[in-house]
């Protein structure tokens, strides 16, 4: 079974960045950032697929940046201009392949794989 494991949380204060990491145990053609904060649903941040093709949420677009290497079966979120509205449990994913042009990629329901969350708090 595939497994993941995220690191890379904290805290930060309004405006600041911080940088998710993810490693994988195996290669997955798709692989995204998800993100719950408490009373909310689980809502998709950012997706990428082998061919580096990116799908972003509004709210993270031109802020965050996702991106992989494979070599290390890792994947990265590297966060900017953070808000507090960005306090949330982040979660990575894993899944097979995906056209994120035809499908919403971000309901998370292609991914089948998840790793156990990183806490990312922005303070204002």
């Known amino acids: 079974q595939l497994q993941l494991a995220e690191s890379g949380g904290g805290s930060v204060q309004a405006g600041g960045s911080l940088r998710l990491s993810c490693t994988v145990s195996?290669?997955?053609?798709?692989m995204g950032w998800f993100r719950q904060a408490p009373g909310k649903e689980r809502e998709g941040v950012a997706i990428?697929?082998?061919?580096?093709?990116?799908t972003y949420a509004d709210s993270v677009k031109g802020r965050f940046t996702i991106s992989r290497d494979n070599s290390k079966k890792s994947l990265y979120l590297q966060m900017n201009s953070l808000n507090v509205e960005d306090t949330a449990m982040y979660y990575c994913?894993?899944?097979?392949?995906?056209?994120?042009?035809?499908?919403?990629?971000?309901?998370?329901?292609?991914?089948?794989?998840w790793g156990q969350g990183t806490q990312v708090t922005v303070s204002s």
């Open positions: 990428i697929d082998d061919l580096r093709r990116t």
């Open positions: 195996r290669y997955s053609y798709s």
């Open positions: 994913a894993a899944g097979g392949f995906v056209d994120c042009s035809r499908v919403d990629c971000l309901t998370g329901n292609y991914f089948n794989s």
